[in-house]
């Protein structure tokens, strides 16, 4: 009821799109800028791996082409998290915030930027709603630090460790997947703190901050009865990371070069972490590159699908895939009365959620395509990174060390990458909207045409 009461109807406003598209390449190029400095990184670097570092961070993707701990200094590491913390939010939400704490006046240009950045229902209500956004924010990621912090301390300095854990709380809530150690995570693989403080982090970073705001409502009294959005959302959430832990369960359980040799604790771990990861973040705790080619295969129908409308996920969104499923359900029972939860759904909606699952697709399959005949390398492999990197999870197979296996690819191909990313981030409708234009309203209404099927 909360979410449906702000309901009026997103309008495409393709202006503010724009805006919201060149802000975010404002913010990359500007990061790449910081980045080539000579004390932000270590050895060479050369502009395109800046751009792409700062791409992936934007993005909130965890793609790396160079090794973040070694090939980039402790200033690189501080640009690199300001990326990553301004690209989560929204580079426009990030400035309109800094404005309004200014006590400066919003207008009505810069709500609908707003509205478009943080995937709001509406305008009213939403300096508002920034607000509770921040403070939300802070204290998630507060009270992670504070997690990882202690458990870091175990074994590094305190000051260190504070350091490691603010780092990693924050590129866990913005489902980056970047991290300080050159393995990522896989030290840690069999640690229970790490392992559930993370998911749990990237999870709620991924429900969305209308979710979590009505969840807090919620829990409060405040609000009486939760949304169809929020149900959805939260069933979504909940059957894709126990569907993926089976899989990975199922796939693995006697692979020798990965879940083979692990007790039945560590396996549970281990497909817990991955399975939250293969949505929205590029953390991990096992060698990808050691799983079977089944289980790549069907990893990728859960990065393309993402997590939820605004957070910081990208992919289809979980709420694509639940009305496009929704709506096969009803069309094979031939009814056209389409609801869920006591609540009608409208057949746009339905159809825009068909768009988005097919518009990606042809995105998906297109560069797959293109970048195996560049780069002539095992297709699997790069229709993994394709996906990874336009759900913005940040997973990989690697390059056969530390690096992304986008490390392997050509200048072109990098290039691809970084657009499938930026795509991910914007949202794939918003994308093609600034592509292809807007379709203006006609008032005429042809006769139906009768087309067999």
Not at 180 to 205: E, W
Not at 239 to 266: C, H, Q, R, T
Not at 340 to 362: E, G, H, T, V
Not at 377 to 388: A, C, N, Q, V, W
Request: hydrophobic letters at 50%; charged letters at 15%; a positive charge.
């Amino acid at each position: 009821m909360f979410i449906e009461a702000f309901d009026k109807g997103q309008n495409i406003h393709t202006q503010e799109i724009k805006i919201i598209l060149f802000s975010f390449l404002g913010l990359i190029f500007t990061g790449a800028l910081l980045l080539s400095l000579p004390y932000a990184h270590n050895g060479e670097l050369r502009f395109v791996d800046a751009v792409f570092t700062a791409t992936s961070a934007v993005c909130v993707t965890g793609l790396i082409v160079k090794d973040t701990p070694v090939d980039f200094t402790s200033f690189g590491h501080v640009i690199i998290l300001t990326l990553i913390q301004i690209g989560g939010l929204g580079y426009m939400t990030a400035v309109t915030f800094l404005a309004v704490m200014r006590n400066k006046k919003i207008g009505h240009r810069d709500r609908l930027i707003l509205q478009e950045s943080l995937n709001h229902p509406g305008v009213d209500g939403l300096v508002r709603f920034l607000k509770i956004v921040f403070s939300t924010i802070l204290v998630i990621e507060f009270i992670g630090m504070v997690i990882l912090t202690l458990r870091f301390w175990v074994d590094m300095p305190l000051d260190r460790a504070a350091w490691f854990g603010m780092f990693h709380a924050i590129s866990a809530f913005n489902n980056a997947g970047f991290s300080l150690f050159s393995d990522n995570l896989m030290r840690y693989r069999g640690d229970t703190v790490i392992n559930l403080t993370i998911p749990f982090l990237i999870i709620l970073g991924g429900l969305g901050y209308l979710v979590l705001l009505e969840l807090y409502h919620y829990h409060r009294g405040r609000v009486l009865r939760l949304s169809t959005h929020t149900k959805i959302v939260l069933i979504m959430s909940t059957v894709l990371i126990v569907l993926g832990m089976a899989l990975l369960l199922s796939m693995e359980w006697n692979n020798p070069k990965s879940f083979g040799a692990m007790s039945l604790y560590d396996k549970i771990l281990a497909a817990w972490f991955a399975s939250v990861n293969y949505r929205t973040a590029g953390f991990n705790t096992i060698d990808l590159s050691t799983l079977s080619d089944s289980n790549l295969f069907f990893a990728t129908f859960f990065m393309m699908t993402g997590g939820s409308p605004g957070g910081t996920a990208g992919g289809i969104k979980t709420t694509a895939v639940a009305l496009a499923l929704i709506g096969v359900w009803y069309t094979l029972r031939g009814s056209t009365n389409v609801h869920i939860f006591r609540r009608s759904l409208s057949p746009f909606q339905i159809n825009k959620a068909y768009a988005f699952i097919f518009i990606a697709s042809i995105y998906v399959v297109v560069s797959t395509i293109l970048l195996s005949e560049v780069e002539r390398l095992p297709f699997l492999r790069i229709l993994f990174e394709t996906t990874s990197a336009f759900g913005t999870v940040g997973v990989s197979t690697g390059d056969g060390g530390v690096l992304s296996y986008s490390a392997l690819f050509s200048d072109w191909g990098k290039i691809n990458i970084m657009i499938l990313m930026l795509m991910g981030r914007v949202g794939v409708f918003a994308f093609t909207i600034v592509l292809v234009g807007k379709a203006a309203e006609s008032r005429i209404k042809y006769a139906e045409g009768k087309v067999v099927i």
